[in-house]
């Protein structure tokens, strides 16, 4: 399993872009990256998932370079509700890898 | 669908009880997966299953915690005795039909054992 590195935590402003960069230098050629977010007393919620270049969708968007030892998801004009616990996680999506999440980053929001 | 579903949302039992948490996993998903979450360990995976057979309990804390999945519409994880330090939120997950990666969690059993 690819180990994953993201700060620990990271304050914003209201109506700021947030980027929020993973390492992951041992990437396999099969692995693909993905987000999740999770909120105070709920479970993760997947937000994104990319395997190179850039994929967006209606939340964010994911940034990976051509080496794709890292990974930056962006989140645009953030808000107080974006205030959340962000995870990135490297692995295939062969159903038989385990799914081991990290600390994560702590994103703070303020007004 | 009304997505995975945990029940209790929360316990309180004393030392010594059994501890039996409940999951539903989402209709038609075939992998299961148990996390327990705590401020000080994070998200940690405790077991998964796959088409009901487990597949990994290598996270399983000890001898005291055991898991079940004896049809594919209902798990559950049970602890035997309990002691404070099990005191977590235990999350249940799912995986999706399509290869997209996305595993769909419940809102979790919050359990403190006193």
């Known amino acids: 399993l690819a180990k994953t590195t993201q700060p620990i935590s990271m304050d914003s402003y209201e109506g700021q872009e947030v980027n929020i960069t993973c390492s992951h230098n041992?990437?396999?050629?099969?692995?693909?990256i993905t987000w999740y977010q999770q909120f105070p007393s709920q479970g993760p919620r997947f937000i994104i998932q990319?395997?190179?270049t850039k994929v967006t969708n209606e939340v964010a968007s994911l940034f990976i370079p051509a080496d794709r030892k890292s990974s930056t998801l962006s989140l645009p004009r953030v808000s107080l509700s974006d205030t959340a616990v962000y995870y990135c996680?490297?692995?295939?999506?062969?159903?038989?890898?385990?799914?081991?999440f990290g600390k994560g980053t702590r994103l703070h929001i303020l007004p | 669908d009304a997505g995975v579903i945990q029940s209790p949302r929360h316990e309180v039992t004393e030392m010594g009880q059994e501890v039996t948490l409940r999951c539903k996993p989402i209709?038609?998903?075939?992998?299961l997966f148990w996390y327990r979450q705590t401020m000080m360990r994070g998200l940690e995976l405790l077991i998964y299953?796959?088409?009901?057979?487990?597949?990994?309990d290598s996270g399983m804390p000890e001898d005291r915690f055991s898991a079940k999945m004896p049809n594919a519409s209902f798990s559950t994880l049970k602890i035997q005795p309990s002691e404070p330090r099990d005191s977590a939120v235990y999350f249940c997950?799912?995986?999706?039909?399509?290869?997209?990666?996305?595993?769909?969690f419940g809102e979790g059993s919050r359990l403190t054992v006193l």
């Open positions: 209709s038609g998903h075939d992998y």
């Open positions: 041992n990437i396999a050629t099969n692995d693909y």
């Open positions: 990319g395997y190179k």
């Open positions: 299953f796959n088409n009901n057979v487990p597949i990994d």
């Open positions: 997950a799912s995986f999706g039909l399509a290869n997209t990666g996305e595993l769909f």
């Open positions: 996680l490297v692995g295939g999506v062969n159903r038989d890898d385990k799914i081991i």
